[in-house]
């Protein structure tokens, strides 16, 4: 059975950062790509950044230069470093674990957390 329980969330002040993990069992996580989503109320769900098997990275164009993916695969956890945070960035943060590639793109499984506020104020 797959379990995937983010956690890190929390408020902080414009600028600042957070880190938040992921930890994903039930999967062959050295060898299946990772994904984070995030939702703001009133909004389509968004991916914000994957990272494949080979550790290949992609990012939307808004968080570009200041989040970071990465994963730790003795760890079977997925990080998502967010530096330089704005009010904008403010949503629920889902994990999506062992979501496949099709010409580059990362497309989710049913594998999700729970999810974690961010909220960042201004």
């Known amino acids: 059975q797959v379990q995937v329980v983010e956690s890190g969330g929390g408020l902080v002040q414009s600028g600042g950062s957070l880190r938040l993990s992921c930890a994903a069992s039930?999967?062959?996580?050295?060898?299946?790509?990772m994904g984070w989503y995030r939702q703001a109320p009133g909004k389509q769900r968004e991916l914000v950044a994957d990272?494949?098997?080979?550790?290949?990275?992609h990012y939307v164009d808004s968080v570009k230069g200041r989040f970071t993916i990465s994963r730790d695969n003795a760890k079977n956890t997925l990080y998502l470093q967010m530096n330089s945070l704005k009010p904008e960035d403010t949503a629920v943060y889902y994990c999506?674990?062992?979501?496949?590639?099709?010409?580059?793109?990362?497309?989710?499984?049913?594998?999700w957390g729970q999810g974690t506020q961010v909220t960042v104020s201004s």
């Open positions: 990272i494949s098997s080979a550790f290949i990275t």
């Open positions: 999506n674990a062992a979501g496949t590639y099709s010409r580059g793109n990362y497309y989710s499984s049913p594998y």
């Open positions: 039930g999967i062959t996580f050295r060898l299946r790509g």
